[in-house]
């Protein structure tokens, strides 16, 4: 068993720690962000559809969202999805993933049309290049953000001094950055370069490999069982 901290925010913390729960692992949560609503008002106007790809644009977007009940959604995601009917939206389809998502607005939507995309601070190019590309306009409202968390855990920062964390998952090289950012004059340096740092991608695990942390390994897909799945790898 390895005693594994989680960084990530806190609705995701707790999926990942269930996971590691059924490996056999001990789970420490100490979220380096908090998921916070915007306050983004929905614009009062005409799409053909709405798109997105976090369940947290659904859980933060304020009551006026009700007022796209009657606008088709095309979102990512199962828990994305049931997260729009809980607010009384329709989801007209679910798609794996971006890639997934753009080959059926690709069929769907032939010519430009007008969408609106509820979205995070913090996201990936790949959706609005695409619906550039396709001559769509997208209006995009940013519904939560990810704020930074003023210190870690008393007891976390405790536990990693006396070297009672074995593990630390990594999931953006955002939060990489800020988990170096709290424990630097918290805790001795040696004890977090000797963690193992799993990351969920190369660029990530380029961060903290910048920090100072060699060990830093990345994931051969950035899938959180393929994360996971490293925990018993050699070192």
Not at 136 to 149: F, G, P, S, T
Request: overall charge neutral.
């Amino acid at each position: 068993m390895s005693r594994v901290l989680v960084t990530r925010a806190r609705d995701e913390a707790e999926r990942t720690a269930e996971k590691l729960r059924r490996l056999g692992h001990e789970p420490i949560r100490a979220p380096v962000t908090e998921i916070v609503a915007t306050g983004a008002e929905i614009p009062r106007e005409t799409f053909q559809a709405v798109l997105a790809t976090s369940a947290r644009a659904l859980r933060h977007a304020g009551d006026d969202v009700g007022a796209l009940s009657d606008v088709p959604f095309y979102v990512v995601g199962a828990k994305t999805a049931e997260a729009a009917r809980s607010r009384g939206l329709h989801v007209e389809a679910s798609a794996a993933d971006v890639a997934a998502l753009t080959a059926l607005l690709r069929e769907r939507f032939p010519a430009p049309s007008r969408f609106l995309y509820l979205a995070g601070c913090d996201r990936k190019d790949a959706l609005e290049d695409f619906l550039r590309e396709r001559g769509h306009e997208a209006r995009v409202v940013e519904i939560y953000r990810a704020r930074e968390v003023a210190a870690l855990p008393e007891e976390t920062l405790a536990q990693l001094a006396r070297g009672e964390i074995d593990v630390v998952l990594h999931y953006s090289a955002r939060s990489a950055a800020l988990f170096v950012a709290l424990t630097r004059g918290r805790v001795e340096p040696r004890r977090i370069a000797e963690l193992a740092h799993l990351a969920m991608s190369e660029e990530v695990a380029r961060v903290l490999r910048a920090a100072g942390f060699a060990n830093a390994r990345a994931a051969a897909a950035p899938r959180d069982e393929k994360l996971l799945s490293m925990i018993d790898e050699p070192r």
